[in-house]
């Protein structure tokens, strides 16, 4: 890379955030276009009580690009001057773009959800149990009800997950009641679990899920999580969480850059790095 005293800086802000490999493969987009001496992507643990600090003193240091991860992507809102359409309606921030001193918000969360899926089927009219509230479960969740699926949420907490499922014209369920009778075509996890550094952690047991089933895992460190290592042990098809990160990152690098994404770079830099063979 070739930083210098124009670079922009773009950033992914998190708690925790050390596993994120965002900086990897933004940077390797930066440098597949010509752009490492106007661009550098990099990380920063930022804890829920100072966000309003963080976030006015990137505006102040005049940072080009925010990426908000989790706990993040809800509260950002309330500090930003403008919100883009989809993500008001989806109720999450993932990416802030600073427009001459005008920080706008955007989500790149849906695609990296409804794309990956799409390549596999259609989903209207499928039924999908959809694991989270959080903010990638609140995108998830429009992007699917926009494409016709039929969702249920499920999560450990039910005030946050009804809240969800009501809010969207849903159903909610606890996660503890999940069932593999449920009749459910698609599975997706938005939660932490199974990332690193609890890589044992799964949110379903391998007698919830059935041969024939699509499941989606979120995460993307480690490749092979617990939950789609059971999932392939009993016949479905598995969706890795490195496709929803290659996509929605490829969306976030067009809006801070306003180029097309080279995505064989970006995937090729994180491949590369999970030791995934092509």
Same mark, same amino acid.
Request: proline residues 4%.
């Given at each position: 890379?070739?930083?210098?005293?124009?670079?922009?800086?773009?950033?992914?802000?998190?708690?925790?955030?050390?596993?994120?490999?965002?900086?990897?493969?933004?940077?390797?987009?930066?440098?597949?276009?010509?752009?490492?001496?106007?661009?550098?992507? *990099?990380?920063? +643990?930022? =804890?829920?009580?100072?966000?309003?600090?963080?976030?006015?003193?990137? +505006?102040?240091? !005049?940072?080009?690009?925010?990426?908000?991860?989790? #706990?993040?992507?809800?509260?950002?809102?309330?500090?930003?001057?403008?919100?883009?359409?989809?993500?008001?309606?989806?109720?999450?921030?993932?990416?802030?773009?600073? @427009?001459?001193?005008?920080?706008?918000?955007?989500?790149?969360?849906?695609?990296?959800?409804?794309? #990956?899926?799409?390549? =596999?089927?259609?989903?209207?009219?499928?039924?999908?149990?959809?694991? !989270?509230?959080?903010?990638?479960?609140?995108?998830?969740?429009?992007?699917?009800? $926009?494409?016709?699926?039929?969702?249920?949420?499920?999560?450990?907490?039910?005030? +946050?997950?009804?809240?969800?499922?009501?809010?969207? !014209?849903?159903?909610?369920?606890?996660?503890?009641?999940?069932?593999?009778?449920?009749?459910?075509?698609?599975?997706?996890?938005?939660?932490?679990?199974? *990332?690193?550094?609890? #890589?044992?952690?799964?949110?379903?047991?391998?007698?919830?899920? @059935?041969?024939?089933?699509?499941?989606?895992?979120?995460?993307?460190?480690?490749? $092979?999580?617990?939950?789609?290592?059971?999932? +392939?042990?009993?016949?479905?098809?598995?969706?890795? !969480?490195?496709?929803?990160?290659?996509? $929605?990152?490829?969306?976030?690098?067009?809006?801070?850059?306003? *180029?097309?994404?080279?995505?064989?770079? *970006?995937?090729?830099?994180?491949?590369?790095?999970?030791?995934?063979?092509?």
């Amino acid at each position: 890379m070739r930083v210098t005293a124009e670079s922009k800086l773009c950033i992914i802000i998190g708690d925790p955030v050390a596993h994120s490999l965002s900086p990897l493969i933004h940077n390797a987009a930066f440098l597949a276009c010509g752009l490492d001496s106007k661009f550098a992507f *990099m990380a920063a +643990r930022v =804890r829920e009580d100072d966000l309003k600090a963080a976030i006015f003193g990137l +505006r102040a240091l !005049g940072a080009r690009g925010v990426s908000c991860t989790q #706990p993040h992507k809800v509260a950002v809102m309330q500090f930003l001057d403008e919100i883009d359409h989809a993500a008001r309606q989806v109720g999450a921030v993932n990416t802030v773009v600073n @427009q001459d001193g005008r920080l706008c918000g955007y989500n790149t969360d849906t695609l990296g959800v409804v794309g #990956p899926l799409k390549k =596999r089927t259609t989903l209207r009219g499928k039924k999908v149990g959809l694991i !989270g509230a959080g903010g990638a479960a609140r995108a998830a969740l429009f992007g699917l009800k $926009q494409e016709g699926a039929e969702v249920t949420v499920f999560n450990r907490s039910k005030e +946050r997950g009804k809240e969800l499922a009501d809010a969207a !014209g849903c159903d909610f369920c606890p996660l503890s009641e999940f069932g593999a009778g449920l009749g459910f075509e698609i599975l997706v996890n938005t939660t932490s679990l199974g *990332m690193y550094p609890h #890589p044992d952690e799964t949110p379903l047991a391998a007698e919830q899920i @059935q041969a024939g089933q699509i499941v989606f895992d979120a995460v993307y460190a480690p490749y $092979q999580t617990k939950l789609l290592s059971i999932a +392939r042990s009993r016949g479905a098809e598995v969706v890795h !969480g490195t496709e929803m990160f290659i996509a $929605q990152g490829a969306a976030q690098f067009e809006l801070y850059t306003g *180029m097309s994404a080279p995505l064989s770079a *970006m995937e090729q830099a994180l491949h590369l790095h999970l030791g995934i063979k092509p």
